[in-house]
Structures are given as structure tokens and as C-alpha cells.
């Protein structure tokens, strides 16, 4: 009975365990547009955030597509604009006194199965990216954040072009 007891015991006590893990596990951080798109009100330290965490994601993702499937459109074009992009959102956090968030995207690629396929992801992408500035642009910013948010938000619609011609091929 004793043994039985003690076995239960180490039982539920592997399970907690275990359950704890996984629920941390599944807490994922949400980071860039997604996160963006989760929020409904927003400081101008979060939107430069949200902003930069999508451009860094973004030029991951198509610089690891790039390495595994070769200099291919419209992804060899677009990976320089992400550079650009992260290049324009860097003078508005020293301007803001805001720290710049690192850079950790590339730990947070996750490769589609094809390269088709990875098209549709990009139109996915690139469609939050927008949702995300439209919502930025509504609020009451400073001119030269609101520059770089409309350009930023111009660019993203010719990358959505861009995926949707790739689809479409």
C-alpha cells in the first residue's frame, strides 16, 4: 500500500511537471504584426517595436528561404528592402530615446514545406504587415514617424504584389 502510495505521489508529481513545462512552452511571446494586430491601443515605443520585431522577422525568413532555395523572386529583392526597412525604423528609436530591440529573429524561422508554399506565407505576411501600419497610422504620431510608417506600409503592398504574382505562377 505504501509502495503503491509513493508511486502515485511520484506519478502526479512527474505529471505537474510535465504539464508545467508544456504550458510554458506554449506561452509563445507574440512578437511584430501578430502581436500588433493583438493589441487594440499602443504607445509609440510599442508600435516602433511591433514595426521593427516585423521588419526583422521578415528579412529572417527571406534571407533563410534565400539559403535553402537559392537567389530566387521575388525573395533576392525584397531581402534588401527588409534591410532598408529595419535601416528607416533605427533613427526613430534614437530620435524617441527608446532602446532598439534585438535581433533574434532568425531563432524564430520556421521554413514552409516548398517554395510555392512559401509564397502564400509571404502574402500572409505582408497583409499583416499592412493591417499593422494602417492601425499605427490612425493614431496620433510624430511627422517623421508617420513618414516612415507610410513608406514602410507602401513597400509592403508592393511586396504583397510581388508574393500574389508568385502564387499565381
Known amino acids: 500500500m505504501k509502495k503503491q502510495a509513493k508511486l502515485l505521489s ?5 505529471l505537474s511537471i510535465l504539464f508545467a513545462t508544456a504550458n510554458v512552452m506554449a506561452a509563445e ?3 511584430g504584426s501578430a502581436a500588433a494586430l493583438a493589441d487594440d491601443s499602443y504607445t509609440l515605443e510599442e508600435m516602433l517595436t511591433y514595426a521593427i520585431q516585423d521588419e526583422y522577422a521578415a528579412q529572417a525568413e ?3 528561404i534565400i539559403s ?3 537567389s530566387v523572386k521575388p525573395y533576392k529583392n525584397i531581402v534588401k528592402a527588409e534591410e532598408k ?3 528607416a525604423l ?8 527608446f532602446a532598439v530591440p534585438v535581433n533574434d529573429a532568425a531563432a524564430d524561422v520556421v521554413l514552409p514545406d516548398s517554395l510555392k508554399a512559401s509564397y502564400q506565407v509571404g502574402v500572409d505576411a505582408e497583409i499583416m504587415n499592412i493591417d499593422m501600419y494602417q492601425r499605427f497610422l490612425a493614431e496620433d504620431l510624430p ?3 508617420r513618414t516612415v510608417f507610410e513608406s514602410l506600409m507602401l513597400a509592403s503592398e508592393s511586396h504583397l504584389a510581388a508574393f500574389e504574382r508568385a502564387v499565381g505562377r
Open 62 to 64: 527571406y534571407a533563410k
Open 90 to 97: 533605427l533613427p526613430l528609436f534614437e530620435a524617441s530615446g
Open 29 to 31: 511571446v507574440s512578437k
Open 10 to 14: 511520484i506519478t502526479a508529481l512527474v
Open 68 to 70: 535553402v532555395y537559392g
Open 85 to 87: 526597412h529595419i535601416s
Open 143 to 145: 511627422q517623421n514617424v
